[in-house]
Every structure is written in C-alpha cells, then in structure tokens.
C-alpha cells in the first residue's frame, strides 16, 4: 500500500500537533516543561493542542509529584505511533511527488 494525500491526519496535520508527535515518537517519554520549551508555546496552548490528541487516543499523560509539584509526562500510545507513521508517510509521498 502506498501512502497518499488522503493518510493525511487531520488530527496531526495542524503544525504545532504534528510537532508534539514528532517529539513524542523519537523518545519514550518527555516532560511537559522539554516539549512546551521546544516548541516555544504557552502551557494552555499546550495543554489545548494536548487534549486533541488525547481526546484522540494518541497520547497518555502521567502526573508525577516531586516535593510539592506535579510535573506531566507525556507518551505516544501503541495507535499514535500508527497514526503518526502513516501521516509521515504520506507527507513524504507528497514531497516526493506521490
């Protein structure tokens, strides 16, 4: 099966999700503090881009208290790492003139 335009995700597609997915793919597990750091987000609109993809099913969140503060870890689930493939490739197959 080839990947297309139509394996486009419009979940991942926005560029600030599509972001967070690449992060999240290449590691295990990253705080909540690297990603909005790396993306150079505020925390609600993080936290709002966050929620589509769990809402989807493509990210877990897990809170770990450390003294008095909570700090959130977040992780691609098993069908976000699908999705996040399959949305990759069709972004190669469209630069590649597929």
Do not use: N
Request: glycine fraction near 6%.
């Amino acid at each position: 099966m080839t990947a297309s335009a139509d394996d486009l995700d419009p979940v991942i597609h926005p560029a600030h999700r599509l972001r967070i997915c690449a992060m999240l793919h290449a590691a295990q597990e990253v705080e909540f503090a690297a990603v909005q750091a790396h993306l150079g987000i505020s925390a609600s609109v993080l936290s709002k881009q966050l929620a589509y993809l769990s809402e989807a099913g493509y990210i877990a969140q897990r809170r770990v208290r450390t003294g008095s503060r909570y700090r959130v870890w977040l992780r691609m689930t098993r069908s976000g790492r699908e999705a996040y493939r399959r949305h990759h490739a069709a972004l190669v197959a469209i630069v590649d003139g597929g």
